[in-house]
């Protein structure tokens, strides 16, 4: 033995390796059969949180860039780093992420010559988020070239079940499995006393978190668990249903997925969080700063009611692990209004009400309203501010133009089509045109007019249209709440779709309570402006089945033809169809628990579905949204 350390440079434990291959000692003893301690390497933070709380920090020989908790762990050799090395904005930060997974690079590196000379004997890693962490593909690669081989131990949490199960994982992979169960129990013994202060039938408090501001990303998985269990609803991302008992009736829900801010103005919440994922506490109330400079986070009633809380999102809630105890205990505490719950030091900021302006109202002055009416009647394109004395376009200038151009102007009548997500303010009042700059001066002699939701019956219809026909969209909306009605998709989604797919979209906003005859009328008006003038003008639906509702188009349409490309096409195909497109589906909308709202539609979901929810959704179980690969 001493002989081999000193020619090979071995550490001991890989001697030690050497006598396993007999067989007699165990996968656990080294020389003499004696019980060899674990050595750890953990690349996932939550994972070194937990190791840490059964008791096994001394096991730790290496951990993640972002390993930071507890204190006494930061003199470990560090293994991994990330590609993106500054935080910069959250705009920016998506953007870099987005290209970088987009192009298939992961966005962490891991120091392979480090992580072999520290010989780990388990490995701490995750599968759940390519963003949060260096992938489980990337470790396991790794791993098979560090002798001898080492466990690796992927923790995929979704719920705060899944968290404290994770104990007993790791315990177990370390050698530790009585000290995990005595943790758990620990832990659960701090839930179960939360709870306690959680009345049973009192109305949920309605609650927005924000754990991404650019775009603007909702909470998921374990978050709008802790929420529910705290006495709140997450309206935008609901939890599923549980198990009875500890976590009452409540389980994770779906991952963490971009909203317009149309839609988190139409939840209207009680309260707002804004927790940005990996941010300290100084970052994420910059960012919050930033959120009050829009047009529309003043305009939410929780803003305006000082009913704001900026999280430290790196030590809390973002990681699946132990301090999501800590996080629960302080949602109990604002929710209930019990302060005596809340964990002391909670790294937490409350935003007072009316702390800033926005950058534009979303109203003109009365005076400025009349004159832009007088110089339009007149035919005027522009007009000076009597304000400013600044010239002004007016909406008949814009008109002439025929497009929006993207600059968030004061009168513009196709309400910011070409204005970034997030930053469109004017609202339609009629049906309208809207185009890029590309499409203006394109007309066509044959014209498609595809009746569009966003979901992926009507994406299926747009990838089978006759290429030598020109394709619009056409989509109508509640005028009042800018959503689509059933789907739960946002009229600005669909401008987004439409400019991915480089296609023209006609948006027609519905009054409140309007009839079937307006509808029809409306839907018309729609079809004449998205014919653009062509003779040849042909309506498509992405019905799949159902013979009354094509009846029942085909009869107020008329004289219009309608077509149903995908009508009757059995649902192997068109599900397959699904899964191979550039494009990826979402359940936007469900009344039925086995599909929750934020989940992929995958082989998977489809195939978990029971025999009384239909496997498109078309009786109404479920909606989707599409978010389109850019043309």
């Not at 370390?174 to 620990?186: C, F, R």
């Not at 009042?429 to 014209?447: D, H, M, Y």
């Not at 009746?451 to 394709?471: E, I, N, Q």
């Not at 195939?607 to 239909?614: E, F, T, Y």
Request: net charge negative; aromatic share 8%.
């Amino acid at each position: 033995v001493q002989f081999l350390y000193l020619i090979g440079n071995l550490q001991l434990n890989q001697i030690n390796s050497l006598f396993l291959l007999s067989g007699s000692c165990g996968p656990e003893r080294g020389l003499r059969g004696m019980k060899q301690a674990a050595r750890v390497c953990s690349v996932l933070p939550s994972a070194t949180e937990v190791l840490c709380a059964i008791g096994g920090e001394a096991l730790l020989v290496g951990r993640s860039h972002e390993d930071n908790y507890p204190q006494s762990i930061t003199d470990r050799p560090i293994l991994t780093g990330a590609k993106i090395e500054h935080f910069t904005s959250s705009g920016d930060v998506d953007r870099q992420v987005s290209e970088a997974l987009h192009e298939g690079q992961s966005l962490y590196t891991l120091d392979e010559p480090l992580l072999q000379s520290l010989n780990p004997s388990v490995i701490l890693t995750q599968d759940v988020c390519a963003v949060c962490a260096i992938d489980l593909g990337t470790v396991n690669r790794v791993a098979t070239r560090v002798f001898p081989r080492p466990k690796v131990v992927s923790l995929n949490p979704e719920s705060l079940q899944d968290v404290l199960e994770d104990f007993l994982l790791v315990g177990n992979a370390v050698g530790m499995l009585d000290e995990s169960i005595a943790a758990k129990q620990a832990y659960e013994a701090r839930i179960a006393k939360a709870l306690s202060f959680v009345p049973k039938d009192a109305p949920p408090v309605k609650v927005a978190f924000i754990e991404w501001s650019d775009p603007v990303y909702v909470g998921g998985h374990w978050t709008p668990q802790l929420i529910t269990m705290a006495g709140g609803y997450h309206t935008l991302n609901p939890s599923n249903e549980g198990a009875d008992g500890l976590y009452v009736q409540t389980g994770g829900a779906g991952k963490s997925f971009p909203v317009p801010p149309e839609k988190v103005l139409a939840s209207d919440p009680d309260i707002v969080i804004v927790c940005p994922c990996g941010l300290t506490l100084a970052a994420a109330k910059e960012e919050a700063d930033k959120l009050y400079e829009t047009y529309w986070f003043p305009e939410l009633r929780a803003v305006k009611a000082g009913r704001v809380y900026c999280v430290d999102g790196d030590a809390m809630f973002n990681r699946p692990g132990p301090r999501l105890v800590d996080a629960l205990e302080w949602l109990v505490s604002l929710l209930q209004n019990r302060p005596d719950v809340c964990p002391a030091d909670f790294p937490v900021e409350h935003y007072p009400p009316a702390r800033h302006r926005p950058q534009q109202a979303p109203t003109l002055a009365q005076d400025i309203e009349d004159l832009h009416q007088e110089v339009c009647a007149a035919g005027e394109t522009t007009y000076k501010d009597p304000v400013t004395g600044y010239t002004v376009i007016t909406a008949v200038g814009h008109k002439k133009r025929g497009y929006c151009c993207g600059h968030r102007c004061r009168h513009c009548p196709y309400g910011h089509f070409n204005v970034k997500p997030g930053n469109r303010a004017n609202k339609l009042t009629k049906p309208t045109l809207l185009r890029s700059p590309k499409n203006a001066q394109k007309g066509a002699a044959a014209v498609d007019v595809l009746f569009w939701s966003g979901g992926k019956d009507s994406f299926l219809t747009y990838t089978l249209h006759d290429k030598a026909r020109k394709v619009v969209l056409l989509t109508t909306y509640a005028e009042s709440s800018g959503m689509i009605p059933s789907q739960q998709v946002h009229h600005h989604d669909i401008m987004d779709q439409a400019k991915a797919l480089q296609a023209d979209l006609v948006l027609v906003p519905l009054p409140q309570n309007h009839s079937d005859d307006e509808y029809v009328r409306l839907c018309k008006e729609g079809v004449q402006l998205a014919a653009q003038g062509a003779a040849d003008v042909q309506l498509l639906f992405g019905d799949l089945h159902l013979s009354c509702i094509r009846a029942w188009r085909e009869e107020r349409f008329a004289p219009y033809q309608c077509r149903f490309p995908i009508f009757g096409v059995p649902y192997p195909v068109l599900q397959e169809a699904l899964f191979k497109a550039a494009a990826r589906v979402v359940v936007s909308a469900s009344s039925v628990p086995e599909v929750p709202v934020g989940a992929p539609f995958t082989p998977e979901l489809v195939a978990g579905l029971p025999d009384s929810v239909d496997g498109m959704g078309e009786r109404g179980e479920f909606h989707t949204k599409v978010t389109v690969n850019r043309a």
